[in-house]
């Protein structure tokens, strides 16, 4: 079960890594003629946790840097809930190998 937590945990640190890197991507090229902004999202995966689909806006979506100011933000904080939740998975074995080690 705490295994599990930890998968599904580190499957959201890759979503808040690909919303972060896809929202850098943008700011970088805001000022690129003819650029399409990209947007990561997640979606349920079958065995649980989620799945990261990264897709292109259409290119009149414009650049928005208060968007994506934002998106960051959102993306470190799930950044640092799913770590939370790996490292008191981490500690909870830990204790459990302890007690009947």
């Excluded at 998106?71 to 809930?81: H, N």
């Amino acid at each position: 079960m705490l295994l599990k937590a930890m998968d599904r945990a580190v499957s959201g640190m890759r979503l808040a890594e690909s919303k972060l890197a896809a929202s850098a991507h943008n700011t970088a090229n805001t000022l690129t003629d003819g650029f399409a902004r990209v947007q990561a999202e997640g979606a349920e995966a079958r065995d649980g946790g989620v799945e990261v689909n990264i897709s292109s806006l259409p290119p009149e979506s414009g650049p928005d840097p208060v968007a994506e100011i934002i998106e960051q933000k959102s993306a470190a904080v799930m950044y640092r809930a799913n770590l939370k939740v790996v490292k008191t998975a981490e500690e909870m074995i830990g204790e459990i190998l302890d007690t009947r080690g």
